[in-house]
């Protein structure tokens, strides 16, 4: 069944198997692919379905429209927060859907146009593999955008693959990263003009599938068991950044299209 937003919009995330190949598209193109509730519990649904399926040696992950990956969290979600437990709640609750996404057994592959934004570079950065456009851009400008904060194991995921000090611009100065860096780092594998990026996620998952499937499941989750290895308990901090006024200051000035005005309060 098609699944649909709160403004009679195509949500959903769709799976198509083609052969040994899973195809996950993120479709909610009037938001630029932003992730509700519905589409974040289709994603969990689909990646523990897949886990089951030893038919299928490698997942591909790309967003609708050739513009944009996934531009982050459907905002309007946040008006009905009273309280920063629910900041908590929410965070936690992302966590696990995208738990079963980096935990799947066999290799992923992110293919990203354009952007991929706060939930996009979370699910970016839990799958093996990402490829680009050369003019995608990346990153977490909660600092600029909304006032709220993120969920430790996510943070201590993108610091694994981006590194810190990438993380700390991305969440202290509110930076986009360009492609082209990311490159350089590592994050990206390659970068493909728009019109390549389908053929070349298709050979990269061909040559994966031809691997060893048992080594690839014991890599990447010994790998996945490490970064989620003793992480702190960070309620306090989240509580308290969902709980306030600049948070709640922020969501209304983003969904009226304004710049919010930070207090610290």
Known sequence: MTQKDQEGNIAQVSLALRGKIAHITFDHVAARNAMTVGMYESLRSICQDLAQNPDIRVAIFRGAGGKSFVSGSDIAQFTSFMNGDDGVRYEEAIHDYLNPLATLPMPTIAVIDGMAV??????????????????????????????NCLYPGNIAWLAAHLGMNIVRRMLLLAEMIPASELR??????????????????????????????????????????????QLPDCQDLIRETYGSEDFKNGVASFLKGEPPVWTGK
């Open 118 to 147: 706060g939930g996009g570079l979370a699910i970016a950065s839990c799958c093996d593999f990402r490829i680009a456009t050369p003019d995608a851009k990346f990153g977490v400008p909660i600092a600029r955008t909304l006032g």
């Open 184 to 229: 350089i780092q590592g994050y990206l594998l390659a970068l493909y003009e728009a019109d390549q990026l389908g053929k070349e996620a298709e050979a990269l998952a061909e040559r994966l599938a031809k691997l060893a499937p048992i080594t690839q499941k014991a890599s990447k989750l010994a790998m996945a068991r490490i970064i989620e290895n």
